[in-house]
């Protein structure tokens, strides 16, 4: 991979993982609101103790789907440092450049990806 490749992958990296990290504080800012909502409502009952409930339980799986990508995104910054990024880890050879513009944390080729199951 070329140093202005490399330069592309960190910047396109780094743009996600401050997306992500915004993502999250807006969850955790709602989800404090929304906390503080419930508490002023204690006595309501019914569709719309169930509505906040499954809002929260949404807010909270969203957050960790993002939790997880940003793990991924902080290895994927990892491997560009250490010269391995691009590089499918099951089978050994480059990830297509197309793969790595749609998914720039992308650990495995497509093919490999197809195999594993995760699309």
Not at 66 to 84: E, K, M, S
Request: net charge negative; with cysteine.
């Amino acid at each position: 991979m070329s140093p202005s490749q490399v330069d592309t992958f960190r910047d396109l990296l780094t743009s996600e993982r401050e997306r992500i990290v915004n993502a999250i504080a807006s969850f955790h800012d709602d989800n404090h609101r929304n906390r503080d909502d419930e508490v002023g409502e204690l006595g309501g009952v019914g569709a719309d103790t169930a509505s906040t409930t499954f809002d929260r339980e949404l807010d909270e799986g969203l957050e960790e789907g993002a939790q997880q990508t940003l793990v991924q995104i902080d290895r994927a910054l990892a491997r560009l440092d250490d010269g391995t990024y691009g590089t499918c880890e099951r089978c050994g050879k480059q990830i297509a450049e197309e793969r790595l513009q749609a998914r720039p944390w992308a650990t495995l080729c497509i093919d490999d990806q197809r195999l594993a199951g995760r699309g």
